[in-house]
């Protein structure tokens, strides 16, 4: 043979194998960080969860379905209801690494991926890393239906 052995070899393949699994939060190209928490997103309703480019557009949610106090996360935002009446919307990403909000409870809006939570009415930050507010959307109730405002 040519001075290499098998025991080289292996070792190096191993190596470059270890090597490949290594990476940041900087590497994920997900944006999402912790991906693992869209499973326990609480359930969207069965309104169209895309925004409307104006208003009187596609429903985002049906108004019955947002509890007052509480709200419903869709597959883009978190619609709120913070006072019976009262509707908000915010993006459903969490503005410190960009991972889903998985629920919406006691009035915050939470981000289990760590542990920051936001407020159900204005969006802002109220605990956990997280710095900046959500990024609201303005919504208006029409029809029973929460629609883009």
């Known amino acids: 043979m040519s001075g290499v052995n098998r025991r080289a070899v292996l070792g190096a393949v191993g190596a470059g194998a270890v090597l490949a699994g290594c990476g940041s939060k900087d590497d994920d190209t997900t944006g999402g960080g912790d991906t693992g928490t869209s ?34 996360i869709t ?29 919406v409870a006691d009035k915050l809006i939470r981000c289990k991926c760590h542990n920051s939570t936001f407020d159900i009415a204005t969006g802002a930050p109220t605990g956990g890393p997280a710095q900046k507010p959500l990024t609201e959307t303005a919504v208006k109730e029409s029809g029973g239906s929460i629609v883009a405002a």
């Open 75 to 103: 597959d883009t935002l978190v619609v709120t209801q913070p006072e019976a009446g009262t509707f908000k919307a915010f993006s459903n990403v969490c503005t410190h690494q960009g991972c889903k909000v998985a629920e």
């Open 39 to 72: 499973a326990t997103t609480a359930p969207a309703t069965e309104a169209t969860t895309t925004a409307a480019p104006s208003s009187g557009g596609a429903a985002l949610a049906k108004a019955s379905d947002v509890p007052v106090g509480g709200g419903l």
